[in-house]
């Protein structure tokens, strides 16, 4: 079993609909939680980051925990073309190295 | 605010030749990582720098990688000698003290073994 989960998609969304993006981790320990998206030949690009149980937003995006369920998403409001990537799932374990999902892939239809 | 750079931003080496990878942190960042992605594969974690020391070396594949950081600024890892499996991007991360490490990824340096 991966340490991180994600399905590898890809997901495809409309324009302007919401797109839902789930991770899940296998170590109880994990404390702190990330999303990066990343263009294809391009580095990742952190756009959120999740330390307790519930939701975070931050303009279109809301990342929500579950501790419990060992559970982390990702919801894109209103998702725009320029929101096609991969976006990975990264948790932190011990403050230092980042263990990563091997992403999933989301693409925008206008 | 300058973020991370790499250098150089790609290298196409033959087996057995040696290779030297840069990182230049954001400066202030006394933490610096770096990770490799081979073809297929997740991100993965090799090591980690607080300042000049070595935190983490767990992910170091073998003895053929030397990770350097003199002085607490830039950063190098070497790859001698170099074998086809190391191809991949690797990539340099940064990031302040703090309890939350959120790490800030550079461009990477994709490096192809022939």
């Known amino acids: 079993q991966k340490e991180v989960e994600q399905n590898s998609g890809p997901l495809s969304v409309p324009e302007g609909a919401i797109a839902s993006l789930n991770c899940t981790y296998s170590d109880r320990v994990s404390q702190s939680f990330f999303w990066y998206r990343q263009y294809s030949g391009k580095s990742p690009e952190l756009i959120m980051s999740?330390?307790?149980?519930g939701d975070k937003e931050d303009g279109r995006f809301t990342a929500q925990l579950n501790k419990a369920s060992q559970y982390v998403s990702l919801l894109i409001r209103d998702s725009q073309p320029s929101d096609s990537a991969t976006y990975l799932c990264a948790v932190n374990k011990y403050g230092n190295k980042l263990v990563f999902g091997a992403g999933t892939i989301l693409r925008v239809k206008s | 605010e300058a973020g991370v750079t790499q250098f150089p931003s790609h290298s196409v080496i033959e087996k057995g030749q040696t290779v030297t990878l840069r990182c230049d942190p954001i400066s202030g960042h006394d933490n610096l990582y770096w990770y490799r992605r081979v073809m297929g594969k997740e991100i993965k974690f090799l090591l980690h720098?607080?300042?000049?020391?070595?935190?983490?070396e767990s992910g170091m594949p073998n003895n053929r990688f030397l990770a350097e950081r003199t002085g607490g600024t830039y950063s190098t890892l070497k790859v001698q000698p170099a074998e086809l499996e190391d191809s991949g991007v690797y990539f340099c991360a940064s990031s302040l003290q703090g309890q939350y490490y959120e790490q800030y990824f550079g461009p990477g340096t994709r490096l192809t073994v022939t």
């Open positions: 999740i330390y307790s149980n």
């Open positions: 720098f607080v300042k000049e020391s070595k935190q983490d």
